[in-house]
């Protein structure tokens, strides 16, 4: 599954501000958070978690698995309120298309 994760975020029809301004820098803050209901998390667990984060940070359009994005959903869920959850989320769930991110950046 592709996602653009450099997509900037809006709610309710105005624009994220840093540090909640694009999908990338949002999953990105979730997943290297720490939450207090994962002490125990493995080392195995947080660096599978830095690795998509690198990924992320690469930039632009990104191959996610279906669990990665469970993942990214959970975590964003644990670290933002709903004003940045909802359209993280929204963008989450849209696969990635060339077409409409050309339509998109015509129309900006």
Request: aromatic share 6%; net charge negative; no cysteine.
């Amino acid at each position: 599954m592709k996602r653009d994760f450099s997509q900037p975020l809006a709610a309710l029809g105005q624009p994220l501000p840093e540090p909640a301004s694009t999908l990338g820098a949002v999953s990105i803050a979730a997943l290297l958070g720490s939450y207090a209901d994962e002490q125990g998390l493995s080392g195995e667990e947080k660096f599978r978690r830095y690795q998509l984060a690198e990924r992320i940070h690469a930039g632009n359009v990104q191959d996610v698995s279906a669990e990665e994005v469970a993942l990214l959903k959970k975590l964003i869920g644990k670290n933002w309120p709903p004003a940045v959850l909802g359209p993280a989320y929204e963008a989450l769930e849209r696969e990635f298309s060339p077409e409409v991110a050309a339509q998109d950046a015509a129309s900006a």
